[in-house]
């Protein structure tokens, strides 16, 4: 790499993350090379990035295979910003980029970073990755449940109902204990249980709602009521040009927890 710092050019990297490889470009050098996706890589990485101090570094979500590339650069002071894959998706066909390999997904990231740079964020606590993936587990360990639930109701067979009925009663078995490890996670930190404490005060939010607040939006108490209304996508979008003002409509957000909140405001509202 070459050392750009002493001219005063910034330097805006891009990382393609999949689960064994790191892909790397540099702009405006146009640099690439590409690191395992390890720990012996990710130091590997640090050190070569940490002498040039690029001005931003930008990289999309993929769950941990980015939060431990993440919690790296940041901990020696790297500038970060993790985006979410559509955007990149969206720039790059803006760009006329219509092929998608991993070095050319490290290039639109790379200038991504340059020209429309996105905000630097801190990786979350260990703690809310901890809860995020217990609240990730019982969410599909449910979903598992629902299913086995309506196959129980077709099937005739007293052999496979016997097995299918084992297997119900123990994914019960499996949520409940998660649903335990979820709670001692909170009760441990005092942020989240007073968090917890005020959304589960609310009409309509129970305990699973809480859980799914806390680990799937941890920017409760740190944004306005506009900006939390966004995150969940319940915020309507305005649809306005010259004199004509559309209908406007939610677009976007997190999905978990839009569809966590209807659930709650039926229960608030019956």
């Not at 297997?167 to 005092?190: F, G, H, P, S, V």
């Not at 309507?236 to 004199?243: C, K, Q, V």
């Amino acid at each position: 790499m070459q050392d750009l710092e002493s001219t005063g050019t910034s330097l805006y990297i891009g990382i393609d993350i999949s689960k064994s490889y790191l892909d790397v470009h540099i702009e405006p050098t146009g640099e690439r090379f590409g690191l395992a996706n390890s720990k012996p890589g990710l130091r590997q990485l640090v050190r070569r990035l940490i002498k040039n101090r690029p001005k931003l570094i930008v990289f999309e979500a993929t769950g941990k295979h980015h939060r431990q590339l993440h919690r790296a650069l940041s901990e020696v002071g790297l500038p970060c910003a993790v985006i979410n894959p559509r955007q990149a998706r969206h720039f790059a066909q803006a760009l006329g980029q219509l092929a998608k390999t991993d070095a050319i997904d490290a290039r639109i990231l790379a200038l991504y970073a340059r020209h429309l740079a996105p905000q630097v964020n801190a990786p979350a606590s260990q703690t809310i990755e901890e809860l995020k993936e217990l609240v990730s587990a019982r969410r599909a360990a449910v979903g598992e449940r629902t299913a086995l639930s309506n196959r129980i109701g077709e099937t005739a067979n007293r052999q496979l109902l016997q097995l299918l009925r084992a297997r119900y009663k123990q994914i019960n078995r499996e949520i409940a204990k998660i649903e335990q490890w979820i709670k001692i996670l909170i009760k441990a930190d005092e942020g989240l249980t007073r968090r917890y404490q005020i959304i589960v005060s609310m009409p309509g939010m129970g305990p699973v709602n809480a859980m799914t607040c806390l680990a799937e939006m941890s920017e409760l108490g740190c944004c306005n009521d506009k900006q939390i209304a966004a995150l969940a996508g319940v915020a309507p979008m305005a649809r306005e040009s010259g004199s004509w003002a559309g209908r406007r409509h939610i677009k976007g957000g997190r999905r978990t927890v839009r569809d966590s909140l209807y659930m709650a405001a039926l229960a608030a509202a019956r």
